[in-house]
């Protein structure tokens, strides 16, 4: 019976100090929060095309047949002027499926009838934008001149700009509430716009993917009229190539693409519209 007890005291001794050794730790083991700035890496990046890649042969267009009598579809977008009565006063074209429609949108668009913006249960003179759906046709199609060039190693292809067309003087002076304080968005009742055909001379600029078969099967647009991707997908399917080669051995590469067509334009039609309700019109100075 004495060793029993023995046993358990000795345990418990242990214990106790076990427990004050722990308690003693975290009396000193507390957390602080101290902010320590590191300084921050630099990253060199390396000049490099990633469409560039080294052959001893380019490819070259061995046949080609330019498309006639193609469907063409797109969607123009305008920032219209709408005053607090409902009428348009003018318009600024943003964005064109294809060449030659300023000119028209504007004349059709003045004078067009809106329910008039919102603001405080009142009507206010604004600007809104649309999307304006537009067909046609590409009657007749030649190919002036183009060429391949493979990529320049060390810079990367970049798309064209699109420059911002300016409104005239008249449209920059006219207050405008802005869009913020809408309740309501400026919307068009009924929208009607029309291009006579026309012909034109169109420049176009693509990075296209060359198969080792020596077919196009893919492109990047850099310059191109988003109403005229489906007669330059068209154009592209007829080619027949010579592949570019590396080693004696045909290689799959991409090129830069340039090329200047003169087309037959049938008239252009709108189809369909709608207000562009997250994205605000301001006037370039």
Not at 134 to 148: F, N, T, Y
Not at 164 to 192: D, S
Request: with cysteine.
């Amino acid at each position: 019976m004495k060793r029993v007890i023995m046993i358990v005291s000795t345990f418990v001794l242990v214990a106790t100090t076990a427990a004050a050794q722990s308690a003693s730790s975290r009396a000193w083991q507390q957390r602080m929060d101290v902010e320590i700035p590191l300084p921050v890496p630099m990253v060199e990046l390396l000049s490099v095309n990633p469409f560039a890649i080294i052959v001893d042969e380019t490819p070259k267009v061995l046949q080609a047949s330019a498309p006639r009598k193609v469907d063409i579809r797109g969607v123009a977008t305008v920032a219209t002027f709408v005053d607090a009565k409902g009428v348009c006063l003018g318009a600024v074209p943003l964005e064109l499926p294809v060449p030659g429609l300023t000119a028209s949108l504007v004349e059709d668009l003045n004078g067009s009838r809106f329910d008039p913006a919102i603001a405080g249960g009142l009507p206010q003179p604004s600007w809104v934008v649309l999307e304006i759906g537009m067909e046609g046709k590409i009657k007749e199609s030649e190919i002036v001149d183009q060429s391949l060039e493979m990529p320049n190693p060390e810079t990367p292809s970049v798309p064209n700009q699109p420059v911002a067309m300016k409104p005239p003087g008249n449209l920059r002076n006219l207050k405008a509430t802005p869009q913020t304080q809408l309740t309501k968005l400026a919307a068009p009742r009924r929208i009607k716009v029309s291009a006579p055909g026309r012909d034109d001379e169109v420049h176009i600029r693509a990075l296209l993917h060359v198969t080792e078969n020596g077919r196009c099967d893919r492109y990047v647009p850099l310059e191109l009229y988003d109403g005229l991707n489906s007669w330059f997908s068209g154009y592209l399917a007829t080619w027949r190539m010579q592949p570019a080669s590396r080693d004696g051995a045909p290689v799959a590469v991409w090129v830069e693409y340039s090329a200047r067509v003169r087309m037959k334009i049938s008239g252009i039609s709108s189809t369909t519209s709608r207000v562009v309700r997250d994205r605000e019109y301001t006037p370039v100075e």
